[in-house]
Structure formats: C-alpha cells, structure tokens
C-alpha cells in the first residue's frame, strides 16, 4: 500500500482519543514538567543534541548528565543513579545482569514483569520462581507480606538451592503494594542483593512522609527501577535506575547500563528523566503531589459511594473496576469503554484498571457514573463470575532447561490440547500486564494446559492456540 493512502503516524499522534485514564502519566502531556512544555513549545528540534563534551550521557564519566543523574540520587537517599531511554525495560535488563552472571540463578516472584525473562535469555540467568498470594475474585496476584517470603526462603534452604539474588516488583500494576522493609531485611539477612521493579511506584519516593507505602531506596534496596513515565511525569522510555548499600558492586553495574543503552541517548528524554524528578522538590511541586493524591482518594471515594466496584489498593492513582463482579469481561468492558469516550490502561479478565496519572479530572466522577450505568443497560441480567482458579504454581518452581537453552533450541508448533510433557521455546504473556503465563524452557503439564486454555477464553487474541515448543 502506497504510504499515502494509510493515515501518517504523525496525524496518528494528533488524534483525540477520548478521556484518557492511560499511561503514560502526563496525561497526553497536560502535566508535562514546564521547563519540558516550553523546551517542547520552543525552536523545533533545538533539543535534539548527541553527546557534546560538557552535556554527556548516562554512562560517561562527567559531563551534565552524570552531574544531574548524581544530584537525583542524593536527593532521593540513593547513592549513585542512571537515567534510561529505553523504560524501565532496559534499566531492569542491566540490573539484573549486573547482580547475576550466566548461570546463576535469581529467585523472582511469578508476577515479574516480561522483560525480566528476556533478560533470562539474554544473560543465561535461571529464574527460580515464587508463587503469590491470589484475590480470586477478580483473578489478581498480591504482593508478598513477610511470612509469605518467609516460607518461600525456608523451601530455597531445605532445597539446598544456591540463588545469587532476589527479584520483587512492587507496586503491581494493579497498585497493590507491600511493606517492603522487612522483605528486604530478610533478604539480606542471606546475604543477598534484592532487585526492587518499582516501574508502577516512582512516585512513592516523592511522597516519603505521606502515608503510603515506603519507596525501595528508603526500604533499602540495593538496585530500584522506576518507569519515570508510567509513575511520573516524564515521556515514554523516560526510567531510573538507582543503588545503594554494600552487596552490589556499583562499577558493575555501571557496565551493564552500557550494554542496554544506544550511543545516542536522546537528550529530550535525558532532561525529561530529570525534569519528572526534580517537579515534585520543590515545595509547589509537593503540594500539588498532595493535592493531585487528595483528588485521586476523592474521585475513588464518591464512585463507591455511587455503587461502582472499585476495588482496594495501595496507590490512590490506579482505580481498579471489578467489572467480572457484575459478569463482564474485563477485556470486552475495556473495548466498550474506548468506543464510548474513555481510553482504560488495563484490561484484564476480571478489572479494568484506570491509570489517573498527575493530571486533573475535572468531571471525571460523572463520566465515569454515567459510563458505568450505560454499561450496566447494555449487560443486563449477568451474574458475578465465579472465582477465577488459581494459576497452577507450587510455592518454589525452575524450569525444565534455560531459558536461553529453550530460546535456542530447533523447536515446532503445537496445539495447546497436544502440548502435555513438552518444553516450551517461547514467552506466552498477554500485554497488557506483560505477565508471563508460560517461559521458555517451562514443561506443560495438564493442568498449567487447562489453565491456558480457560484463560484463552478471555483473550484469544493474546494467548495462542498453537504454542512453540522444543522439538
Ligand atoms: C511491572 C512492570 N515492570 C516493568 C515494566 C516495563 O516498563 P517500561 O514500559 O518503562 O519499559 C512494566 C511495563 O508494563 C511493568 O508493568
């Protein structure tokens, strides 16, 4: 097709599209940090700069990124950070290499998020997997509590398996979140080094004092990733990477940023890191912190009241809609809700959650009253779903051969109801949340088939019916 006759990316880009409860948290902009509105309004392009002596890169060893990545640290009670252009994604890639080397294994929760696995192929890490506390009413993992990890690190001694490091994501995308402290003290009282996904919880660290979760670098962590445009106010791949203590060697990681970054780190994206740091410093920028938090717990409180089921969580800023207990698919509420004017960021069975981001929501209470009513006439007489089963995980699993083994290995396609005892060579994660449901190098049983399949109903178009396995 001639490239004239498909809509241009460029007028893609202009599209209104509804209220927007999507990420990135900008909200398509009308919360972008001033300085990056008027670097944005200014001469076109005038931004655009390589790495000039005296501007830098992440990596490098003065200049004014390093200067500024530096100061963001200090200013967050971290020791040494790294700015990213490729998302949380790249940073947490880099991470994870620099606290394991190839064939080592690293103890992860099952809701970790997929590019943790690709970073599995990457480096030939073994991913030794937890299981998670399960709302099944709604079909949601929760974060671990203390005694959870507890028993999760008694079965890793009683097995006498040697792991190099521990991987958490906290918040989820769901914003449930848990007191990480003792998490972590616990981790470090084996002596490993713990890898906080902070991606959904950059602004937790902005809000220390206020009463929600503490952040990972306060909780101490030893590396925490933050998606700076999913949880601040930066643009898309905006991301931080940021390291304290004792038991991560930091020039190591250092390297391994560089293995995951371009030569050519986009200085837009560079100053926006910064800029979705430093807005909320200053004591404007922490009063309308409180202020978009006030309105966020405000917006939740009067849609209960109003009889929508929203369902509890840790971060005022997601609103979780349990859609499944009034019989509707999460997916299909989703679709409906676009064609009607509001634009969700996550669809799932059970929920649809709505990213509120930094930006106000004049009116959104009765959009969404109004909305939620419409869906309601237009799905009458639909029961509340049963509980969603449990994925069918033992508290402590690895898989059958490496990730990289099964990535590389000559592999064939077979249908999901065939793939009884075989090894599959592929990730099947639905996206969103890009949640692994099945890894390379993971052998099929029944029932991890009959939960696919069951699954699959939901999205059919996310999980295949054909799977790829080693052959
Ligand atoms: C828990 C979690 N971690 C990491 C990421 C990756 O973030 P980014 O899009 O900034 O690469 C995501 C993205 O959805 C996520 O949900």
């Known amino acids: ?57 992440p990596t490098c060893f003065d200049g004014a990124v390093r200067d500024s990545q530096n100061k963001s640290a200090e200013s967050l009670g971290a020791k040494k950070g790294w700015y990213g252009v490729n998302g949380a994604t790249g940073l947490l890639q880099a991470a994870l290499l620099a606290i394991a080397k190839p064939k080592d294994s690293v103890l992860m929760p099952r809701n970790v998020h997929k590019s943790i696995i690709h970073a599995c192929v990457l480096g030939d890490i073994n991913p030794i ?43 989820t995308y769901q914003g449930y979140s848990s007191d990480l402290k003792p998490l972590i003290k616990l981790i470090h009282s084996k ?28 909780a101490g962590a030893d590396l925490v990733v933050q998606s700076l445009h999913k949880s601040s106010i930066g643009l898309v791949q905006t991301a931080a990477l940021w390291w304290q203590g004792r038991i991560v ?18 200085s837009l994206l560079l100053a926006s890191c910064e800029a979705s740091i430093t807005a909320w410093q200053t004591n404007k920028g922490r009063n309308r912190l409180r202020m978009i ?51 969700p960021e996550l669809p799932e069975p059970g929920t649809i959650t709505f990213c509120l981001g930094f930006s106000d929501h004049r009116g959104l209470i009765s959009i969404l009253k109004k909305k939620w009513n419409q869906l309601l006439s237009s799905n009458l007489d639909k029961d509340c779903y049963p509980p969603f089963p449990k994925p069918p ?75 790829m396995v080693v052959s």
């Open 1 to 57: 097709m001639d490239q004239g006759d498909s809509m241009r990316l460029s007028h893609f880009l202009t599209l209104q599209r509804g209220k927007s409860l999507f990420l990135p948290a900008h909200g398509r902009g009308k919360s972008l940090p001033n300085e990056i509105q008027s670097l944005l309004k200014g001469k076109p392009g005038v931004w655009d700069i390589p790495e000039l002596p005296g501007f830098g890169a």
């Open 129 to 171: 997997f937890f299981d998670l506390p399960f709302f099944d009413d709604r079909g949601h993992y929760f974060s671990p509590d203390y005694s959870w990890l507890k028993s999760v690190l008694e079965q890793i001694d009683r097995k006498i398996i040697k792991i190099a490091a521990v991987v958490i994501t906290n918040p």
């Open 191 to 218: 002596g490993l080094p713990v890898l906080v996904d902070e991606a959904h919880g950059s602004y937790f660290s902005f809000s220390e004092g206020n009463k929600f979760p503490k952040s990972a670098i306060s």
């Open 249 to 266: 060697d930091p020039s190591i990681v250092d390297k391994s940023v560089a293995l995951f970054q371009t030569t050519s780190t986009s």
């Open 293 to 343: 938090i006030k309105n966020a717990e405000n917006i939740s409180f009067k849609l209960r009241k109003a009889g929508l089921p929203i369902l509890d969580n840790q971060d005022p800023l997601k609103l979780i809609l349990h859609t499944s207990s009034v019989g509707i698919n999460g997916i299909n509420a989703d679709s409906w809700f676009i064609d009607n004017g509001v634009v």
């Open 393 to 467: 995980f033992s508290l402590l699993a690895c898989s059958e051969i490496s990730c990289l083994s099964a990535f590389r290995a000559p592999s064939q396609m077979v249908t999901l109801d065939k793939a009884d005892g075989r090894i599959s060579s592929e990730m099947i994660s639905p996206y969103p949340p890009g949640i692994p449901i099945l890894l390379p190098g993971e052998k099929l049983d029944q029932e991890r088939i009959d939960w696919m399949i069951y699954l699959r109903r939901f999205w059919p178009e996310q999980i295949p019916n054909e799977i």
